[in-house]
Structures are given as C-alpha cells and as structure tokens.
C-alpha cells in the first residue's frame, strides 16, 4: 500500500433523517474522498479505493453499534439471540425489533450487505501480494454476482457457466475490483440506508 500524500483528508458529515432540535445525529463517514495517493499506477489507484470500501464499511459498523446500543439501553446481551457477522446480527435486530422493513427501505439489502462481504474479500484475501481478490465462499453462496465484480472475470465465468454448468450463476468466483463508480453508488446506498434507519428511531438522547 503506498503512503498517504500530504494533502490534508476531508471528513464528511452526513446528516441523517429530522432532526430533534439541535440533536440531529450524524453519521461521520471518513472516506478520505479528497486524499490521494502519492503514486499513480493503477495498483497504486486501487489500493485506495479499497481503503475507501474499508472505510465505507466501518462507519456502517459504527453507526449501527450506536443506533442499537442506543435501542437497547446499552444491555448488550439483548443482542446475543442474533447470529451471525455485525451486518447480519445488526439488520436482523432492526427487522425483529424496530419498524424496519426492507420492502420499504430505499436501499436494498444486497447493496448494504455487499459493502461488508467484499470488504472482507479484501481484508482476508488468502493469497498474498493479490490485487484482486475473489469472492469467498460466503460471498459467493449468497450473492453470486458480486456488485462489486470485475466486469471481464465475471464474463469469463459467466460464459463458462453457459457453457458447461447451464445454472446462470457464474461457473467460478469473479475477481472483485473496486470502481469509482461502484464506490460512489455504495456510498449513495448507505446515505439512502442510514437515513431510513434513523426514522425507525424510538429512543431519543
């Protein structure tokens, strides 16, 4: 990963859902949209859209933790009957204990789930010095196509499936590559789903 260049990151603040007089919460999503990489290879470009994907990620943590911890008093073993990583155990509280529905949600569940599950790929990626990762077994089994599919591995497995498989899921995990342009549209699902959250809200500070 190359260092940071001495441009100064930016924060941005996201304001989510109405306000309660001047107890608005925010949601801090510190993408670092504005910091660059010193080289410009595209290795280089790509290592920092993925720290922006990691970033994306953890600030959907972060304010998942203080909506719920918010809900529950703080009693955290109130979360324990969820299973599963934070995303799961998180939206699966909001389903059972809150007005939240995804039927009604502008984001969709696999736009928000997909954030975390290629973050992982990343994170975790077995293969040493790799770029791009493919999808784990886990983020295969649930989203065979990834949002976040490089565009020609996912044809190339998609036209073997077509080939030699006939299911119309792809024949093999499609390396996964971060865009400008799907980061900027999961940035936007996040907006969508935060806002959302906040409006099921029923404890206020």
């Known amino acids: 990963m190359p260092p940071f260049s001495r441009s100064k990151p930016q924060c941005e603040r996201l ?20 910091m660059k990489p010193s080289g410009t290879s595209p290795k280089s470009v790509h290592g920092f859209s ?10 959907l943590n972060d304010y998942l933790r203080e909506f719920i911890m918010r809900e529950v008093n703080n009693q955290e073993s109130r979360l324990k009957q969820y299973k599963g990583n934070w995303s799961e155990k998180y939206c699966a509280f909001l389903t059972q204990e809150t007005a939240f529905t995804w039927l009604n949600c502008p984001a969709a569940r ?6 975390n599950l290629s973050r992982n790929d990343f994170t975790h990626d077995p293969e040493l010095g790799g770029t791009f990762p493919v999808q784990s077994d886990t983020h295969l089994r649930k989203y065979p196509v990834s949002a ?20 119309g899921d792809p024949a093999f995990p499609a390396e996964l590559r971060v865009t400008r342009e799907n980061l900027t549209d999961h940035i936007e699902y996040a ?10 809200r029923t404890k206020w500070p």
């Not at 304001?15 to 504005?34: D, H, P, Y």
């Not at 696999?110 to 954030?115: C, L, M, P, R, T």
């Open 15 to 34: 304001k989510l859902g109405k306000s309660r007089s001047s107890r608005s919460v925010t949601l801090k999503i510190t993408t670092a949209l504005n």
């Open 50 to 59: 993925v720290l922006k994907l990691g970033l994306l990620a953890k600030a």
């Open 148 to 167: 976040f599919a490089d565009k020609l591995s996912l044809r190339v497995a998609l036209d073997a499936a077509a080939l030699f498989t006939c299911t």
């Open 110 to 115: 696999d736009q928000i789930e997909q954030i």
């Open 191 to 200: 907006r969508q789903f935060c806002t959302f959250v906040e409006a099921q």
